[in-house]
């Protein structure tokens, strides 16, 4: 059991890492680095000698064999290769020590299952052309894998103490919390993946307006292909604008919905600690989300909002394995 321990909080930690190298590797356009899937350009590496790159010429005419951007998708193919096989052990482990997990078997074994979909995704990814809505249910399925890694990490290496709650409204607010965070991320997913991020560079305004002119319709349209309405013309300022503007709408309510949560779980002394995190890594988010609009999206801010984002998926989830188990006590 200790051998499962183990691997589950390093797999939780590389998957940390693998989420914030996802958003590197797209936020640097290299996403398309390789044209094929899993390998690049009909290797299993990327095309270094004339020959190789000759023949990766003729096997995919027209692709453009740019190295740099190539070996950035394809590290990250290595590390989620590791990941998957990481995760296959996890799920062995725990069937073998089925008896002694402290989580229900179906956690585990439910994260094979996501593995196999986020591996389908990583091939949809390339061949539908960074279509927004397999790359964004991509970034959910990752976040997805590290909020179920970090619950059975904490649930096997916590010592619970007794905590009983005076309001149980908090156990549901807690649980709401997680929901939306999920449903944020997936905003600002959609929000990188059709390159709205600089739809409106101003702030709290869009182009001076409180509520600029806004198509819906296109902007949330989750079968139409990148930088295109479902007809096939190209998407228009006014539907990036309203992609950027709802997940402005969606930061500001977890800002206002998460500070009051915090606020509530300072009452207690043992959530204390876990409070305060939230509300800290909350304004670094904020903040560094509003310095990506002045600044222009600078590559390290971008990933650093990717980072903190992946960071306020543990804390919930944290906050809410500890509370879960603490509810049953309440009067």
């Not at 997936?186 to 709290?204: E, H, I, K, Q, V």
Request: glycine share 6%; charged share 10%.
């Amino acid at each position: 059991m200790n051998l499962f321990k183990k691997i589950t909080l390093f797999t939780t930690v590389m998957t940390f890492c693998l989420i914030v190298l996802g958003a590197y590797v797209r936020l640097a356009d290299a996403g398309l680095g390789c044209p094929d899937w899993p390998g690049c350009s009909g290797t299993l590496t990327v095309p270094e000698s004339q020959l190789a790159i000759e023949k990766a010429q003729h096997t995919f005419p027209g692709q453009v064999i740019e190295n740099d951007k190539a070996w950035k998708e394809m590290v990250h193919r290595y590390v989620a290769g590791l990941l998957g096989l990481l995760i296959l052990t996890i799920g062995y482990l725990a069937y073998k020590n089925k008896k002694s997990l402290k989580v229900s078997i179906l956690v585990p074994l439910s994260l094979l299952g996501i593995v196999f979909f986020q591996a389908m995704l990583g091939m949809l990814t390339v061949t539908l052309l960074l279509k927004p809505i397999i790359v964004s249910a991509h970034l959910i399925g990752g976040m997805t894998t590290l909020a179920l890694l970090t619950y059975i990490s904490y649930e096997h290496y916590n010592e619970n103490s007794k905590l009983i709650l005076k309001q149980n409204i908090i156990f549901y607010m807690a649980r709401f919390g997680f929901i939306l965070i999920f449903m944020q991320i997936f905003l600002g997913g959609w929000t990188s993946t059709n390159y709205a991020g600089l739809a409106c560079t101003d702030f709290p305004t869009c182009h001076g307006q409180w509520i600029p002119d806004m198509d819906f319709k296109n902007a949330f349209n989750i079968f139409r292909d990148l930088g295109q309405t479902s007809e096939g013309t190209p998407i228009s300022l006014n539907a990036l604008q309203a992609i950027q503007w709802v997940h402005r709408i969606g930061a500001i309510t977890l800002v206002i919905y998460f500070g009051y949560l915090s606020y509530a779980l300072m009452k207690y002394k043992q959530l204390r600690s876990e409070a305060m995190l939230l509300l800290a890594i909350l304004a670094a988010q904020f903040i560094i989300g509003v310095a990506n609009l002045i600044l222009h999206l600078p590559m390290v801010l971008a990933v650093s909002h990717n980072l903190t984002a992946a960071l306020l998926v543990v804390i919930i989830t944290i906050i809410n394995a500890k509370i879960k188990k603490q509810y049953a006590l309440a009067p």
